[in-house]
């Protein structure tokens, strides 16, 4: 974190699952500092990028160690960015290909359906033969 941060601290009532764990790991990582996450039901503790401690359920408690940094490094962030950018074009071309599968199997998630425009919409467009004055070029007889 530029601005001096040295660890975070996550009070939360939202997601649990899995890919709201590698989140957190991943601005672990990214910002070289410790986050604590303290979700209703769940306490994710993050170290050095890893997981130190992790507890699933209701009024638990969970402890851990952590490094504090000394000082946050601009150098530090910049060489996270370095290693995300070279990664990033191969993450999102598996993430494209894991949404045409959904798409295909007919199984979107509820944020890629927010994404889709109403079926009677759709059909009320097909109908008024909308794109048709875009398209030049005929097919031979």
């Known amino acids: 974190m530029l601005n ?6 996550i009070p939360t009532y939202g997601s649990k699952n899995k890919a709201q764990n590698k989140a957190v790991i991943s601005r672990s990582r990214e910002n070289g500092i410790p986050i604590i996450q303290a979700n209703v039901g769940m306490n994710l503790i993050v170290n050095k990028g890893e997981i130190t401690a992790y507890k699933w359920g209701k009024n638990k408690i969970t402890t851990a160690f952590i490094d504090i940094p000394v000082k946050p490094s601009e150098d530090a962030v910049r060489a996270c960015e370095k290693e995300f950018l070279k990664c990033q074009r191969k993450m999102q071309i598996n993430w494209y290909r894991m949404i045409v599968l959904r798409l295909k199997r007919n199984k979107p998630t509820k944020d890629e359906q927010s994404h889709f425009i109403p079926d009677e919409l759709f059909r ?11 398209i030049k070029w005929k097919p031979e007889d």
């Open 4 to 9: 001096g941060a040295q660890f975070i601290l």
């Open 124 to 134: 009320k467009l097909q109908k008024s033969k909308w794109g048709e004055h875009l």
